[in-house]
């Protein structure tokens, strides 16, 4: 029996535009050394895994008539080298040709018509590297029932794990008769069926009457010359390109933080993002023109008895935080950045960030997704998302190949042309920021505005001027063509 798509996740489908293509991204890069880590490796890699995460061999299946929500079927053609695919960089690579490339790929919406995510293996990066782009629709990890399908492809040892053959076969797919019938028995045998078809139907009338009305309000905005509510640096209409800026910064800066000031490293990575929009907000044409706060949606894990442990996407909540971007002392806006989450973690039910990293493979990947899906369903009432990942602070690796650094590649929803996710691993602290390209040019500024305000903290915890650690990436300031 093939089971239907719930109410939110067809939201998912139903609001995503060219404009907004709703799906999370992640950019992982390894040292292949002397593993022989290719494409054919990759390829054997995932097939060997890829039972793990049933969904990823499914496509979504409309009902005739929409008598009832959508239902997972088997993609009886499916073919693991369409979504695994191979790319290159003209040698030797460098970082920025590779965002390029990034930013090009997550630009472009998955194909419905097939199970929903791509995996490109991109060759020719510096110092002999290799680097893996997945793509991943928000409808299909929700942490419940499907994870993340890099969470299944690493391993804690370079000798990769023996598993045994996968012998699946793709199930006939439901005829339409099959699919009416199946709708009908569900609705008359399955009360949830029937309302969560009413639910669904009802949700997309709103989300119709909605558009349509953001549509007549820009039109009198534009007739009466009056600049549609809400536009800001941080907030407006996205296009269809987007720029993607990554960060790299070592761990121990933001421990050294917390040693000095308490609170947790988390806090610092917020204050150091607080800080980072306030100096890039500074260097803009226009001054913060009464801009004290940037509200951010920060999607946390919480402790839930009644669930297990497994159901990740139950366990993650919304948590909103005031960015002080008009405070200009560091440690104040620090303290006030602990002082919002103060109250989350005297409920007794936050979630410690060893267990977070100690959950089996990789589970970053799954929490950013996550994250996107929390941040997606509150819609309105922030400015900025931003989800913050620990991982395993020891080496992971692929057939063989250590993973070096992972970028997560947050989505931007409409309205929202900037997103930043944040994943630690193995001793450093990666930054993703996702941008639109029209919207905000300067991305790169803003990376370079972040990891000053590290500096910043840094140099106010020891109370003396301190230069950027060793192995730190810092963004090139942009240039006009950029």
Known sequence: MSERLRPRDLAFLAEETPQAPMH????????????????????RLIQDRISFVPRYRQRVQAVPGRLANPVWVDDDHFDLTYHVRRSALPRPGSMDQLRDLVARIVSRPLDRARPLWEVYFVEGLEEGRVALLSKTHQVLVDGVHTVDLGQVLLDASATPKELEADEWQARRAP??????????????????????????????????????????????????????????????????????????????????????????????????????????????????????????????????????????????APHFVDLPVGEASPLVRLHQVSYSFQAHKETGRGVAANRLAGIAGFAPTTFHAIGSRVAAAERRGYHLNVTNVPGPQSPLYAAGARMVSSYPVPPLLAGHPLAIGVTSYDGRVFFGITADRVQIPDADLLGTCIVEALDELLEASSGSRSRAPRGRTRPARPTKDS
């Open 24 to 43: 999370n991204a992640t950019v992982e890069i390894f040292d292949p050394a002397d593993s022989g880590f290719d494409y054919d490796r990759l390829l």
């Open 175 to 316: 005829s339409p008769l099959g699919l009416l019938t199946g709708a009908v028995r569900d609705s008359l045998t399955a009360p949830e069926t029937l309302v969560d078809t009413v639910r669904s139907r009802s949700g997309s009338a709103l989300r119709t009457a909605a558009g349509a009305a953001s549509r007549s309000r820009e039109v009198a905005h534009a007739l009466s010359g009056r600049a549609p509510a809400g536009e800001s640096p941080i907030a407006g209409h996205l296009s269809q390109q987007r720029r993607v800026v990554t960060l790299d910064t070592p761990l121990a800066d933001y421990r050294t933080i917390r040693a000095a000031h308490g609170g947790t490293v988390n806090d610092v990575i917020l204050a150091t993002v607080a800080g980072g929009l306030r100096a890039w907000l500074m260097t803009r044409a226009e001054s913060l023109k009464g801009l004290r706060q940037v509200r951010a949606v920060v999607p946390v894990s919480v402790i839930d008895a009644e669930l297990e442990a497994t159901s990740l996407g139950s366990q993650i």
